[in-house]
């Protein structure tokens, strides 16, 4: 034991605990504060996360921290505790949560604020007979005059004034006749620019009742709004922005990575009348630092930003949306697996300010929570303004024969679209010209070497590459095995453009994929024509079913839907029925009606009539019926432990020890199932196994894995794999 005060440290490092260390020689440190700490043969800079009054360690064992980054807290008690919750929900290290919460430049040190550095007049200065002072030296007085003027003045502003000002400095200082000194820039804020605020059209009297029942609360409540694409849920938000711009509040708005759309930032920059914060992963770093001040000294009144922005600090809080909650992209897959949605409504309910869900295909989680009392349910049922909602068909592929990939019904509407001078939108979530290259001989698949997967046959860049690793290489012209000619098998969105150009030739097409729109500008510009109406066939991945207000367009053709038919996911009729009406609903949006058109080999299979008598609701009532028979989420809670090694065995030993201890913890009411090797075995030459766990009651869940964590980090196993986990995992692999 040793007294204090001892500062408990977060450090970037893979390891779930603090580090304790003895306050620094200078400076008051206190819990918020980066600090610079020596760490193994290093120094690192670590985030103090309390401040106690022992240490449990010897005091031989403490080292002191060496200096303050921070003089002031960086981040508030607020802040420490989102943190500190989402290392104990997710079981993830405490200094990995606090690098995903900050942006790298002040992971990296760089100050707090943006610091300015002025000049300002002395008493003596002040008193200085201006007249004398020229007539000895002119450029003195010159400089005199300007910062009595002025009263202070900024290096900046004074570079302008007075150039060649910076070689008086030393001398006037020492002379007392002016001084320097620094101040922190709280004029960050981009919403003073002067921008013209439009009106919105007045609520109808469904989006009327949504807004009367959320303005009616205070304090925190989690609200969803079920609201059919194109129903106004957007309108609603604004509104409910302005109230908390207006009582001086700030408002975080969270998008899907695809929802981040030009198109929505200029629709709140035109009717709230100020400049937004964006928050994305594509920011530069100093983009994103700069955001990041404005939004915690509370000069950015809204902030709209993709997951990350989760953690972004407020200095006065009013409300958080999350738009699209459905959407997986807010579920980040990766390191510190976390659900922005789920933290949104944690932080808010800490802040006690109100959160707002809102999606036209809503998650079963967030359905079933409104079924326990948890969420307020609201409903948008009907298209806002004068938009019907699309009309949806089937097309048996097993009756019709097809085009490359385009059935006869199709061509059919593509062409009477666009006659009628309509635009379509043609979605096939596979990019590439075709997902398999096959031998005509014996049938041989070129497949990933390091993956147990097949290479995509992309003719554009005329490789083979490999969707999962990023693998690439020339196309085969012959079989390896066999040394007969290969084609593409099956289609992806490189083939099916060529289709639609030598079958609509002088129509404008666009394609707009991952690979289309790698160029920076190429997909504003692709949107752009697709907006005006130039754009008369629009062909595309699910980068183009969401978010989208494309006013000419009429008709939506899907492809292929089969594979999510059988998909092995739980999640596999949700997710289907969410991307489906998500990219219907791009379908007539203005005055004409839509049409979406979906192509499929099953047409007898029991979703289409789920789909087609009851929509959505009927989907996800049904879904939800049988996760409850099954105890699947959100009926119970699941963990996944996932372990990759070189070598399969070693993937697997870990999970078996793994087993054991969990086991071995003596915890009720938890499942273990596995270990399994991964659907996708192997993937970048590693091999993938996984462990799960499942509890109808969270606490035993979290019970065993914090026992599981602490276990695995020290055990002999753990050194061959790569392993993590992942707490509320939405996908299964
Ligand atoms: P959502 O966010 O639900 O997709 P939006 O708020 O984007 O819906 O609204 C869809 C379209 O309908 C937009 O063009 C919008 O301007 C228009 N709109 C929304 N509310 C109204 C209303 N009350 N009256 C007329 N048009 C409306
Ligand atoms: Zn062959
Ligand atoms: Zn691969």
């Keep these: 034991m040793t007294n204090g005060p001892i500062l408990r440290v977060a450090i970037n490092a893979p ?117 004398a002072l020229c007539k000895r030296a002119r450029r003195q007085g010159e400089l005199l005059g300007i910062v009595r003027d002025a009263e202070s003045i900024s290096f900046t502003e004074l570079d302008e004034a007075m150039p060649g000002w910076r070689r008086l400095r030393a001398g006037m200082i020492e002379k007392s006749l002016i001084e320097e000194f620094e101040v922190i820039d709280d004029s960050l804020s981009k919403g003073l620019a002067n921008i013209e605020q439009e009106t919105g059209p007045r609520l109808n009297s469904d989006q009327d009742t949504v807004l009367k029942s959320i303005r009616e609360k205070s304090g925190f409540s989690s609200t969803l709004i079920d609201g059919v694409t194109g129903s106004g849920k957007t309108e609603v938000y604004l509104h409910l922005i302005q109230d908390e711009l207006a009582a001086g509040r700030q408002v975080l708005v969270l998008v899907p990575e695809i ?38 000294s509370g000069s950015a009144q809204l902030i709209v930003g993709t997951r990350s922005a989760i953690f972004v600090p407020l200095k006065n809080p009013g409300l958080i949306i999350v738009d699209e909650e459905h959407d997986s992209s807010l579920k980040q897959q990766e390191g510190l697996r976390y659900s922005a949605r789920d933290l949104a409504v944690v932080r808010a309910k800490k802040l006690d300010i109100p959160v ?46 097809a085009y490359e990939g385009l059935s006869q019904p199709v061509i059919d509407a593509v062409e009477k679209t666009i006659a009628q001078d309509g635009q379509v939108l043609i979605f096939l979530n596979r990019r590439g010209f075709a997902p398999t290259l096959i031998c005509t001989g014996c049938g041989n698949v070129a497949e990933c070497a390091r993956c147990d997967s097949r290479m995509t046959v992309h003719a554009g860049s005329n490789l083979l590459k490999c969707h999962h690793c990023g693998a690439q290489r020339g196309i085969d012209t012959e079989c390896l095995e066999c040394g007969s000619t290969c084609r593409p098998l099956g289609h992806g969105t490189e083939r099916l453009e060529d289709a639609l150009r030598s079958r609509f030739p002088g129509e404008v097409i666009t394609r707009i994929d991952s690979d289309s729109t790698r160029l920076k500008g190429t997909m504003t510009r692709a949107l752009a024509m697709a907006t005006s109406g130039e754009t008369r066939i629009l062909v595309g991945t699910q980068m183009l079913s969401k978010g989208h207000h494309f006013p000419n367009l009429t008709l939506v053709v899907v492809i292929n839907a089969d594979q999510g038919l059988f998909s092995t996911d739980f999640r596999g009729g949700e997710r289907l029925a969410q991307s489906l009406i998500q990219v219907g609903g791009r379908a007539g949006r203005e005055e004409r009606q839509g049409e979406v058109i ?57 999970l078996e020890r793994a087993r054991i201890m969990a086991e071995a913890a003596d915890i009720d009411g938890v499942r273990i199932l596995g270990p399994v090797s991964a659907p996708m075995e192997r993937k970048a030459g590693r091999y993938r196994a996984q462990l799960l766990l499942q509890s109808r009651q969270r606490g035993c869940l979290h019970q065993m894995l914090d026992s599981l964590r602490i276990s695995l980090e020290g055990s002999q196993e753990a050194r061959k794999v790569r392993w993590s986990v992942d707490v509320d995992p939405i996908e299964l692999f």
């Design 15 to 131: 390891l779930s605990r603090l580090f304790d260390y003895l306050a620094p020689v200078s400076g008051q440190a206190l819990p918020g504060c980066r600090i610079r700490v020596p760490f193994g043969r290093q120094t690192q800079i670590g985030m103090i996360m309390e401040v106690a009054a022992q240490s449990e360690l010897p005091a031989e064992k403490l080292k002191r921290a060496r200096a303050l980054v921070d003089e002031r807290p960086l981040l508030s008690d607020n802040d420490l505790w989102l943190i500190q919750f989402t290392s104990d929900y997710y079981h993830h290290p405490i200094g990995e949560v606090v690098a995903s919460a900050l942006p790298a430049a002040l992971r990296q040190g760089k100050p707090r604020d943006t610091i300015i550095q002025k000049i300002g007049l002395t008493p003596h200065g002040a008193e200085t007979d201006l007249d």
């Design 259 to 296: 929802g981040l759309t030009p198109q929505l930032v200029s629709r709140f920059r035109r009717r709230l009348g100020l400049e937004p914060e964006i928050l994305h992963s594509g920011l530069s770093d100093t983009a994103r630092l700069s955001a990041w001040r404005a939004a915690r």
């Design 356 to 401: 707002i869900l809102g999606s036209a295909t809503p998650s079963l989680d967030s359905l079933q929570r409104c079924h326990d009392g948890a969420y307020t349910y609201l409903q948008l049922p009907r298209r806002a303004g004068k938009a019907v909602p699309p009309l949806m068909r089937l097309v048996d592929l097993t009756r019709h024969d």
């Design 598 to 654: 979906i192509q499929t080999a099953f047409p007898g299979h029991p979703f289409w009539t789920e789909l087609f008598s009851g929509g959505y609701a009927r989907v996800a009532g049904s879904a939800l019926a049988e996760r409850q028979n099954a105890v699947w989420p959100p009926f119970s809670r699941l963990a996944l432990l996932r372990a990759s090694a070189v070598k399969r065995e070693d993937a697997h030993r870990f």
